[in-house]
């Protein structure tokens, strides 16, 4: 680009004088070091800003061993029109999606790939990573950082006690209990930011290029983000972890809890699962000021299974009945 400058409405052209023109050459030939030595940077996908949408280009690839992408088997099928179920919404969610959960197959979206605080759905993740790297039977300690908990609790989790994982993950994904959230990354991950790290790491070999994680808990927005697309690929892989399938499928759970009684009562915060409706198979809601009210919704009759996510929805439970029953009615 020829160097200019606009003075008094008129362009005005300065001559290069020799000297001039060898500091540009030193100066690009440094600027084209500097790049050069920065690995990795043409390969590293640029992360969109919450509330910009991601490119489907390369949404949905898992890295191969050998380098490249390939797809990942539980993307959901952005790339493919003729979306089957029509509904428009006065007041419509920021962003969502209506998705065949065996196949991928998407029923109906609306801005599928924008970026957004994601609140308590952040749990999915965490509970996945949790299910990777702590064994059946194995316990939890409740520690000091746990009970400084913010937002939505378990509560009653007695300082210093081991409780099954069982328990614990019942109380990260019915109460979402942000205690459990953070006692279960701690036994995962050590500390905090480790397992952050390993919720990123999984995100990346999912191949779920809006997403974002800095807390276990999705209590804090800041900087934690993912997009529909993303969380439907993140409720196809709960649903495949039978241990967690089965918490998110149930409305209330009695479990064994080491203080006077022995026992624990937590109850499900999804809509869907409260409200009885017919076939629903779980899966996860969430709210911050921010990310508004969201929810993972998943229901199984017959052989057909669906998923809705809505995210900064003014009613969630409403329009997500309304995607899943004419979903179900088009798809007979």
């Known amino acids: 680009m020829p160097y200019s400058v606009f003075q008094g409405g008129r362009r005005r052209r300065r001559r290069r004088g020799p000297a001039c023109l060898a500091l540009i050459c030193v100066l690009g030939a440094a600027a084209a070091v500097v790049y050069v030595v920065r690995p990795g940077d043409a390969d590293r996908p640029a992360r969109p800003a919450p509330g910009v949408s991601a490119p489907l280009q390369g949404t949905g690839t898992a890295p191969l061993a050998g380098g490249g992408t390939a797809p990942s088997p539980l993307a959901v099928r952005l790339e493919e ?163 967690l399938a089965r918490i998110v499928r149930r409305r209330q759970a009695v479990l064994p809890f080491p203080v006077k009684g022995g026992k624990l009562y937590l109850y499900n915060n999804n809509p869907l699962l409260r409200q009885g409706y017919r076939g629903i198979t779980g899966l996860k809601t969430g709210y911050t000021d921010a990310a508004g009210r969201c929810l993972v919704a998943t229901v199984r009759r017959g052989r057909l299974k669906l998923g809705v996510v809505l995210l900064h929805s003014p009613n969630p439970a409403t329009q997500a009945r309304k995607l899943l029953d004419r979903g179900f009615r088009v798809d007979r």
């Open 81 to 243: 029109p003729g979306d089957t179920v029509r509904i428009r919404f006065k007041h419509p969610p920021r962003a969502g999606l209506l998705f065949d959960i065996d196949t991928g197959r998407v029923l109906w979206r609306d801005d599928p790939t924008r970026v957004l605080p994601i609140a308590s759905l952040t749990k999915m993740m965490t509970a996945l990573v949790v299910s990777d790297r702590v064994p059946k039977g194995a316990k939890v300690k409740i520690t000091r950082e746990a009970l400084r908990y913010h937002g939505s609790g378990v509560g009653l989790l007695p300082r210093g006690k081991w409780i099954g994982v069982n328990t614990m993950l019942h109380g990260l994904l019915l109460p979402s209990g942000n205690d459990a959230a953070i006692a279960l990354a701690q036994r995962a991950g050590g500390t905090l930011p480790d397992f952050v790290r390993l919720m990123n790491a999984r995100a990346r070999r999912m191949g779920l290029l809006c997403s974002h994680f800095t807390r276990p808990d999705g209590f804090q927005d800041r900087g934690n983000h993912s997009c529909a697309g993303d969380l439907a690929a993140m409720a196809r892989a709960v649903l495949r972890v039978p241990r």
